[in-house]
């Protein structure tokens, strides 16, 4: 039997996921060489690079001095009436200032950093910065942050009920348990 073109005998015939005959493709360059580009030779590197140039411009808009104040406080205080309607339809008897949920029994108030800002931009840039399909990162990115968010807000529930119910606990969950977990 004749070797079909590019199979050696005793050697196994290359087949691509469909079952055709065929070998390794490398990509081609401008000038017609087969080097392979530096996304292909370090695609660890390249996506490294890409997150922290991204986180990088992330916290650089976020401390850009400017008015004076925070961006963000619109976020918080609706993140705040948020938890607290939340607190409300579990039975609680809280209310909403600005950014902090009150009870007769504790305070909370909600700041940067319980926002899940900073975690969702490290997960929209690692997306983005991920050797995936384009056409994949947008869902993935939109599913990603939606759940980042709703564990966020579980999360400011939680520590509101282990203030009501176990306030010398309430530091070691927030910042131990909670942070370590999220």
């Known amino acids: 039997q004749k070797p079909t ?18 070998g390794v493709r490398k990509a081609t360059g401008s000038d017609g060489s087969t080097k392979p580009g530096f996304s292909q030779r370090h695609p660890v590197l390249r996506a490294v690079i890409i997150f922290t140039v991204l986180m990088g411009l992330f916290y650089g808009l976020i401390h ?10 619109p976020y918080l205080s609706s993140l705040a ?4 309607g939340i607190l409300r339809l579990l ?5 909403v200032v600005g950014t902090t949920v009150h009870s007769p029994v504790f305070s909370m108030g909600i700041v940067r950093g319980c926002d899940a800002i ?3 931009a ?7 910065a991920s050797p995936v399909a384009w056409r994949l990162k947008l869902p993935g990115i939109l599913i990603g ?21 176990f306030p010398k606990a309430f530091d070691l969950i927030h910042l131990d348990i909670w942070q370590a977990a999220f």
């Open 145 to 165: 942050v939606a759940g980042l968010l709703v564990v966020n807000v579980i999360r400011i529930v939680s520590l509101f009920f282990v203030g009501v119910h």
């Open 5 to 22: 073109r590019g199979h050696s005998p005793g050697k196994p015939e290359l087949r691509n996921q469909h079952g055709a005959a065929g």
């Open 64 to 73: 850009t001095p400017g008015t004076g104040r925070d961006p963000f406080t």
């Open 122 to 128: 490290a997960f929209t840039a690692a997306v983005l």
């Open 91 to 95: 039975g609680q008897d809280a209310s």
């Open 118 to 120: 900073e975690p969702v």
């Open 81 to 84: 009436t948020a938890v607290g």
